[in-house]
């Protein structure tokens, strides 16, 4: 589990702006499926079944993370990083998305 005291406040790669939720992530992509890792220099670490070519791994990303927090795949948008592995998405309708990221990936 990556964030394992469901009391608390949001981990440190989440933050609310406004209406919106901002994840900081870290993004291995070229895996055989999509995983979370854990936590990874202050972002969440995954890895994601899909090539870095022709913005593939982002485009998966994005519909894997909508599927994940139960929300339509506009909610979920690319803010920064969509060349580098380091990745902050928005996230609009969610109350804790990592609480949703986290109960869809425990082994």
């Not at 589990?1 to 469901?6: A, E, G, I, K």
């Amino acid at each position: 589990m990556v964030h394992s005291d469901r009391n608390s406040g949001p981990p440190v790669w989440a933050r609310r702006v406004g209406a919106n939720w901002l994840l900081e992530l870290h993004v291995q992509p070229g895996a055989k499926t999509t995983v979370v890792v854990g936590e990874h220099g202050g972002r969440l670490k995954l890895k994601i079944a899909a090539p870095p070519v022709d913005n593939k791994a982002n485009a998966h990303l994005l519909a894997w993370l909508a599927v994940q927090l139960g929300l339509p795949k506009s909610a979920v948008s690319l803010v920064r990083g969509e060349t580098s592995r380091q990745k902050t998405v928005a996230v609009c309708g969610a109350d804790t998305p990592w609480r949703d990221i986290e109960k869809n990936n425990q082994a």
